[in-house]
């Protein structure tokens, strides 16, 4: 039987997405679609200065009865928060190192089936990532991650000089750490869990203080700026970089809400002390992704903007298609191992560890 603590009709839950996944804001028609009907430019130009895209109206495939609800099968009962502290280990961490594959104004966590309906999306990982996606059509795809293992979707909104795209190029940096104190807790994302992390209507303050903030953005010596420098050194060696941090505790009984954030949390303080534990409605401790990304652009920045709006805006989803062995091999050895390791879990700290991975990147 089924455990839901509502339900909500599909354009309910289109509204409710709006509202606490987006923010108030300009909301175009849900029949009308902003890059083909008849207001599409300036749907177009307006989504260029915010997040503004249709209601969602459809449920994703993975969610038959259409209440927002996706249940874990099974759920994750009986865990209570760990407060132990084990030995210290600066380092518990594995590289998930993933190349762009295509952009495509689609969400399939926010807006699922529902193709042209979002702000345009710099997709990375599994190439098939698309408004249809479901667990199911990830699961085993094909992948620009260097783990052939890891079909998981991963995007963000795309990034712009003017109207020129500018794509991230190369392997870009996926960390997946421990995220509390007790590294030993952590435990494979369970498959088909998906969240959006940050908020594309967010203010320039509630980036800055926004729990998965880490450095902002940042270009040369420029360091902890909520929106685009102003200029960057015009220099080869030089890119626009953000890093931003992922809720790590999950409730263990949903791989989505219908916000797409409330089955996940941030950790919280372990009272007296500087530990970092789950919280008690969120009690299982998943590894905390972190993305750091490399954009090839400087100079004058004053044209650079994100399709979400200023760069503040910031924001990105995660879909999990991991092969179950290989992500918790790698789980096992680096996180609770107390590793740094790459993309095939290895640490160059420490040789005799061995790696997780051949040199295919696949489970030997």
């Not at 839950?13 to 599409?40: E, M, Q, R, W």
């Not at 996606?133 to 795309?158: I, R």
């Not at 530990?275 to 920045?301: S, T, Y």
Request: hydrophobic share 30%.
């Amino acid at each position: 039987m089924r455990s839901s603590p509502r339900r909500l009709p599909a354009l309910l839950l289109g509204t409710a997405l709006v509202a606490t996944v987006l923010g108030v804001g300009t909301i175009a028609s849900a029949t009308t679609d902003p890059h083909t009907g008849p207001d599409a430019t300036t749907a177009t130009a307006a989504a260029h200065l915010g997040h503004t895209m249709a209601v969602s109206t459809q449920a994703s495939g993975d969610d038959p009865d259409g209440d927002g609800y996706i249940p874990a099968v099974p759920q994750v009962t009986g865990v209570t928060p760990s407060t132990a502290t084990p030995p210290t280990r600066y380092f518990h961490e594995f590289q998930a190192n993933c190349s762009v594959t295509h952009t495509a104004p689609d969400d399939p966590i926010v807006y699922p089936g529902q193709p042209g309906k979002s702000h345009d999306h710099t997709f990375m990982g599994n190439t098939s990532t698309d408004a249809n996606s479901t667990t199911a059509s990830l699961t085993g795809g094909a992948t620009t991650c260097k783990a052939p293992a890891d079909a998981s979707g991963y995007w963000m909104p795309s990034l712009y000089n003017g109207d020129r795209k500018i794509l991230p190029v190369g392997p870009q940096t996926i960390y997946y750490k421990a995220g509390v104190t007790d590294y030993t807790s952590v435990r494979p994302f369970p498959k088909g869990l998906r969240f959006v992390v940050g908020n594309p209507m967010q203010t320039a303050d509630e980036f800055r203080h926004h729990r998965g903030f880490v450095e902002g953005w940042e270009c040369g010596d420029s360091y902890f700026n909520t929106d685009f420098p102003a200029s960057c050194p015009n220099r080869a060696d030089v890119q626009l970089n953000i890093r931003f941090q992922a809720p790590s505790c999950w409730d263990g009984k949903y791989l989505d809400t219908p916000d797409h954030k409330s089955h996940m949390a941030y950790p919280v303080v372990k009272p007296g002390t500087n530990d970092n534990m789950c919280p008690a409605d969120h009690p299982v401790a998943l590894p905390m992704i972190e993305f750091k990304m490399a954009f090839p652009v400087n100079g004058d920045m004053s044209q650079v903007r994100l399709a979400s709006g200023r760069g503040y805006s910031f924001h990105y989803d995660f879909f999990n298609a991991w092969e179950d062995r290989t992500l918790k091999a790698l789980v096992d050895h680096c996180i609770v191992g107390g590793l740094q390791c790459d993309a095939r879990g290895y640490d160059q700290t420490h040789p005799e560890a061995g790696a997780t991975l051949n040199s295919d990147y696949r489970l030997p």
